[in-house]
């Protein structure tokens, strides 16, 4: 009984294997087009430039809880390196007096085990993989988004 359930299984198995080769033998290659532009894929092409910045130093209110906050200021040459990160030079705790500019959150100072750090943990130090610079720019699709306390209410 047991050779036989190991060999249907071996027979399955030689199956599947057989047909999935076979069903890719000779298949064409898809280029699939891109979502935006008429690019060739593969082919260089320059990025555009970032919109014009908003640099009116205001505070923009949050979407959502735990969203970060945009930039509201120009970010134009600044360098954000594994030795530098200008933003520091404003936003850590020791320069906010001189600067006028928010601390950074105490999120940034706690590694991914929760302890508190006394400088900013390695995750965070890079601002740009999360906060954004507002610029003055139409979206690029349309934009239905919906406060949350705003969900389910009629127009």
């Not at 071996?10 to 290659?29: E, M, R």
């Not at 260089?44 to 640099?55: F, K, M, N, S």
């Not at 001189?98 to 995750?123: C, E, K, N, Y």
Request: charged share 20%.
């Amino acid at each position: 009984m047991r050779s036989w359930t190991l060999l249907g299984t071996a027979l399955a198995a030689f199956v599947v294997l057989t047909v999935g080769a076979l069903s890719q033998d000779g298949a064409p290659i898809r280029i699939v087009p891109r979502v935006t532009g008429n690019a060739q894929p593969m082919e260089l092409e320059r990025v555009p430039a970032l919109g014009r910045p908003i640099v009116d130093d205001v505070r923009r209110m949050r979407n959502y809880p735990e969203q970060p906050p945009v930039i509201p200021h120009s970010i134009d040459g600044y360098q954000l390196t594994l030795n530098t990160n200008r933003c520091m030079d404003c936003h850590r705790r020791e320069f906010t007096e001189g600067s006028g500019a928010p601390m950074i959150s105490i999120t940034h100072f706690q590694d991914r085990d929760g302890q508190v750090l006394s400088d900013v943990t390695p995750r965070r130090y890079f601002c740009t993989a999360c906060h954004v610079q507002q610029t003055d720019v139409q979206p690029l699709v349309p934009n239905r988004f919906q406060d949350a306390k705003d969900v389910g209410r009629k127009p």
